[in-house]
Protein backbone atom coordinates (compact mmCIF):
# COMPACT_ATOMS: atom_id res chain seq x y z
CA UNK A 1 0.00 0.00 0.00
CA UNK A 2 1.03 3.16 -0.97
CA UNK A 3 2.67 5.37 2.09
CA UNK A 4 -0.20 7.43 4.30
CA UNK A 5 2.31 10.00 4.26
CA UNK A 6 1.53 10.36 0.13
CA UNK A 7 -2.00 10.94 0.81
CA UNK A 8 -3.00 14.89 1.70
CA UNK A 9 -4.22 15.60 5.08
CA UNK A 10 -6.12 18.27 7.43
CA UNK A 11 -7.33 19.46 10.60
CA UNK A 12 -10.55 20.57 10.96
CA UNK A 13 -12.46 21.78 14.14
CA UNK A 14 -16.13 19.88 14.23
CA UNK A 15 -18.59 21.59 16.45
CA UNK A 16 -20.48 19.39 18.57
CA UNK A 17 -22.57 21.95 20.15
CA UNK A 18 -22.61 25.56 18.28
CA UNK A 19 -25.08 27.10 20.97
CA UNK A 20 -22.07 26.68 23.75
CA UNK A 21 -19.00 26.07 21.36
CA UNK A 22 -18.70 23.05 21.37
CA UNK A 23 -16.32 21.20 19.34
CA UNK A 24 -13.20 18.55 18.35
CA UNK A 25 -10.48 18.89 16.25
CA UNK A 26 -9.21 16.25 14.05
CA UNK A 27 -7.13 15.49 11.83
CA UNK A 28 -7.98 13.56 8.94
CA UNK A 29 -7.03 12.50 4.98
CA UNK A 30 -8.97 14.42 2.49
CA UNK A 31 -8.17 11.30 -0.08
CA UNK A 32 -7.56 7.94 1.60
CA UNK A 33 -6.89 4.70 -0.16
CA UNK A 34 -8.69 1.29 -0.13
CA UNK A 35 -10.63 0.47 2.27
CA UNK A 36 -8.49 3.31 4.87
CA UNK A 37 -11.81 5.60 5.00
CA UNK A 38 -11.52 5.37 8.43
CA UNK A 39 -9.04 7.95 8.56
CA UNK A 40 -11.62 10.56 6.99
CA UNK A 41 -14.37 12.71 8.74
CA UNK A 42 -18.06 10.96 7.87
CA UNK A 43 -21.30 12.64 8.73
CA UNK A 44 -22.65 9.32 10.87
CA UNK A 45 -19.82 9.61 13.35
CA UNK A 46 -20.23 13.44 13.84
CA UNK A 47 -24.25 13.00 14.56
CA UNK A 48 -23.26 9.58 17.06
CA UNK A 49 -20.87 12.16 18.94
CA UNK A 50 -23.55 14.29 19.29
CA UNK A 51 -26.12 11.84 20.50
CA UNK A 52 -23.06 11.06 23.19
CA UNK A 53 -22.85 15.00 23.88
CA UNK A 54 -26.74 15.56 24.59
CA UNK A 55 -27.04 12.41 26.31
CA UNK A 56 -23.98 11.99 28.16
CA UNK A 57 -25.83 10.86 31.33
CA UNK A 58 -26.35 7.42 29.56
CA UNK A 59 -23.00 7.20 29.50
CA UNK A 60 -22.12 8.08 33.10
CA UNK A 61 -19.90 5.87 34.90
CA UNK A 62 -19.46 3.17 31.92
CA UNK A 63 -17.22 1.24 30.60
CA UNK A 64 -17.28 1.97 27.01
CA UNK A 65 -15.74 0.51 23.45
CA UNK A 66 -16.01 2.58 20.71
CA UNK A 67 -16.43 0.14 17.43
CA UNK A 68 -14.71 1.05 14.18
CA UNK A 69 -13.60 4.36 15.92
CA UNK A 70 -11.90 6.20 12.67
CA UNK A 71 -10.59 9.46 13.48
CA UNK A 72 -12.39 8.77 16.98
CA UNK A 73 -14.72 11.15 16.96
CA UNK A 74 -16.98 9.09 18.67
CA UNK A 75 -14.68 7.70 21.33
CA UNK A 76 -12.90 11.42 21.84
CA UNK A 77 -16.52 13.02 22.95
CA UNK A 78 -16.81 10.37 25.55
CA UNK A 79 -13.96 11.11 26.91
CA UNK A 80 -14.79 14.62 27.11
CA UNK A 81 -18.68 14.36 28.03
CA UNK A 82 -19.39 11.40 28.14
CA UNK A 83 -19.00 10.93 32.17
CA UNK A 84 -17.57 7.30 31.24
CA UNK A 85 -15.44 5.51 33.77
CA UNK A 86 -13.18 4.54 30.91
CA UNK A 87 -13.47 4.65 27.07
CA UNK A 88 -11.61 1.97 24.42
CA UNK A 89 -10.91 3.20 20.82
CA UNK A 90 -10.77 0.11 18.74
CA UNK A 91 -10.37 -0.65 14.71
CA UNK A 92 -8.72 -3.35 13.03
CA UNK A 93 -6.29 -1.08 11.29
CA UNK A 94 -3.12 -0.30 13.08
CA UNK A 95 -2.94 3.31 10.73
CA UNK A 96 -6.26 4.26 11.49
CA UNK A 97 -6.26 3.13 15.69
CA UNK A 98 -3.05 5.66 15.74
CA UNK A 99 -4.67 8.40 14.08
CA UNK A 100 -7.44 8.42 16.47
CA UNK A 101 -5.08 7.88 19.81
CA UNK A 102 -3.29 11.09 18.30
CA UNK A 103 -5.93 13.01 17.90
CA UNK A 104 -7.66 12.03 21.46
CA UNK A 105 -4.35 13.38 22.91
CA UNK A 106 -4.39 16.30 20.17
CA UNK A 107 -7.64 16.90 21.99
CA UNK A 108 -6.56 16.43 25.71
CA UNK A 109 -8.44 14.31 26.84
CA UNK A 110 -6.07 10.66 26.98
CA UNK A 111 -5.78 9.82 30.58
CA UNK A 112 -3.61 6.97 31.28
CA UNK A 113 -5.39 4.34 33.02
CA UNK A 114 -9.26 5.17 31.36
CA UNK A 115 -8.20 5.58 27.65
CA UNK A 116 -6.78 2.63 25.85
CA UNK A 117 -6.49 1.53 21.97
CA UNK A 118 -7.48 -2.19 21.16
CA UNK A 119 -6.53 -3.56 17.80
CA UNK A 120 -9.66 -5.47 16.90
CA UNK A 121 -11.18 -7.05 14.04
CA UNK A 122 -14.77 -8.19 14.53
CA UNK A 123 -14.23 -11.69 12.90
CA UNK A 124 -12.21 -12.10 16.06
CA UNK A 125 -15.05 -11.92 18.10
CA UNK A 126 -13.99 -14.77 20.14
CA UNK A 127 -10.39 -13.03 21.52
CA UNK A 128 -12.23 -10.22 23.06
CA UNK A 129 -11.49 -10.50 26.77
CA UNK A 130 -13.38 -7.99 28.55
CA UNK A 131 -16.62 -6.66 28.92
CA UNK A 132 -17.71 -3.49 28.70
CA UNK A 133 -20.81 -1.83 29.77
CA UNK A 134 -21.99 0.40 26.75
CA UNK A 135 -20.24 -0.28 23.00
CA UNK A 136 -20.78 2.12 20.36
CA UNK A 137 -20.27 2.49 16.55
CA UNK A 138 -21.51 5.09 13.67
CA UNK A 139 -22.12 3.19 10.17
CA UNK A 140 -20.35 0.37 10.95
CA UNK A 141 -23.26 -1.57 8.75
CA UNK A 142 -22.66 -2.14 4.88
CA UNK A 143 -22.47 -4.94 2.13
CA UNK A 144 -19.92 -6.59 3.09
CA UNK A 145 -19.42 -5.86 7.15
CA UNK A 146 -19.19 -8.93 8.91
CA UNK A 147 -22.53 -8.34 10.45
CA UNK A 148 -22.88 -11.94 12.00
CA UNK A 149 -19.84 -11.71 14.13
CA UNK A 150 -20.02 -8.17 14.99
CA UNK A 151 -23.87 -9.62 16.74
CA UNK A 152 -21.55 -12.40 18.48
CA UNK A 153 -19.07 -9.54 19.40
CA UNK A 154 -21.59 -7.25 21.08
CA UNK A 155 -23.12 -10.48 23.09
CA UNK A 156 -19.41 -11.55 23.85
CA UNK A 157 -18.33 -8.19 25.18
CA UNK A 158 -21.24 -6.89 26.75
CA UNK A 159 -22.39 -7.43 30.40
CA UNK A 160 -25.81 -8.55 31.05
CA UNK A 161 -27.76 -5.27 30.87
CA UNK A 162 -25.47 -3.63 29.08
CA UNK A 163 -26.17 -1.48 25.87
CA UNK A 164 -24.78 -1.21 22.65
CA UNK A 165 -25.84 2.05 20.29
CA UNK A 166 -25.01 1.65 16.95
CA UNK A 167 -26.07 4.23 14.38
CA UNK A 168 -27.32 3.63 10.83
CA UNK A 169 -28.38 6.35 8.41
CA UNK A 170 -31.09 5.57 6.20
CA UNK A 171 -30.76 4.15 2.90
CA UNK A 172 -28.45 1.23 4.53
CA UNK A 173 -30.09 -1.77 3.12
CA UNK A 174 -27.62 -4.24 4.15
CA UNK A 175 -28.80 -3.92 7.88
CA UNK A 176 -31.44 -6.02 7.80
CA UNK A 177 -28.74 -8.78 7.94
CA UNK A 178 -27.61 -7.36 10.88
CA UNK A 179 -31.18 -7.12 12.74
CA UNK A 180 -31.37 -10.55 11.79
CA UNK A 181 -27.81 -11.71 13.50
CA UNK A 182 -29.42 -9.80 16.85
CA UNK A 183 -32.46 -11.89 16.38
CA UNK A 184 -31.07 -15.24 16.25
CA UNK A 185 -29.23 -14.78 19.18
CA UNK A 186 -32.25 -14.08 21.34
CA UNK A 187 -30.41 -12.14 24.06
CA UNK A 188 -31.11 -8.55 22.77
CA UNK A 189 -33.82 -6.16 23.22
CA UNK A 190 -34.25 -3.71 20.55
CA UNK A 191 -35.22 0.02 20.28
CA UNK A 192 -35.12 2.41 17.35
CA UNK A 193 -34.10 6.19 18.00
CA UNK A 194 -35.05 8.41 14.98
CA UNK A 195 -32.58 11.52 15.62
CA UNK A 196 -34.74 14.13 14.40
CA UNK A 197 -33.87 16.96 16.22
CA UNK A 198 -32.04 19.57 14.53
CA UNK A 199 -29.15 19.45 17.02
CA UNK A 200 -27.80 16.03 15.46
CA UNK A 201 -27.93 17.46 11.96
CA UNK A 202 -26.85 21.02 12.27
CA UNK A 203 -23.36 22.39 10.52
CA UNK A 204 -20.18 21.13 11.85
CA UNK A 205 -17.81 23.71 10.92
CA UNK A 206 -17.63 27.66 11.51
CA UNK A 207 -18.75 28.48 7.84
CA UNK A 208 -22.04 26.93 8.01
CA UNK A 209 -22.57 26.81 4.03
CA UNK A 210 -18.91 25.46 4.13
CA UNK A 211 -20.07 22.59 6.43
CA UNK A 212 -23.17 21.84 4.96
CA UNK A 213 -20.93 21.71 1.24
CA UNK A 214 -18.69 19.74 2.70
CA UNK A 215 -21.09 16.99 5.14
CA UNK A 216 -23.59 16.77 2.87
CA UNK A 217 -25.52 14.51 4.17
CA UNK A 218 -26.10 16.14 7.60
CA UNK A 219 -28.94 17.16 4.68
CA UNK A 220 -29.68 14.54 2.72
CA UNK A 221 -29.56 11.08 4.95
CA UNK A 222 -31.84 10.06 8.00
CA UNK A 223 -30.01 8.97 11.08
CA UNK A 224 -31.42 6.69 13.81
CA UNK A 225 -29.61 5.09 16.64
CA UNK A 226 -30.47 1.38 17.26
CA UNK A 227 -29.91 0.65 21.01
CA UNK A 228 -29.32 -2.53 21.58
CA UNK A 229 -30.03 -3.73 25.13
CA UNK A 230 -28.37 -7.41 26.27
CA UNK A 231 -31.02 -9.51 28.60
CA UNK A 232 -30.08 -9.54 32.37
CA UNK A 233 -31.35 -13.13 32.84
Known amino acids: MQSLKNFPQQEMDIILDRLNKEKIRLNELIIF ?10 EAGIVLSRYLYFNNDEFKDKDLLDLGTGVGIVGITAMKYGKCKSVTLSDYKEDILNNAISNAKKNKVWKEGSSSGLLLDWKD ?3 LNKKYDVMVGSDVIYAGSPVKELAKLLDKGLNKGGKAYILIPDQRFYAVEFFKAIDELGKFQTEKIPLDDQKYVESPLEDEKEGFRHFAGLKELKF ?5 TKNSD
Open 125 to 127: YEK
Open 33 to 42: PDRMDGLHIW
Open 224 to 228: FVYRF
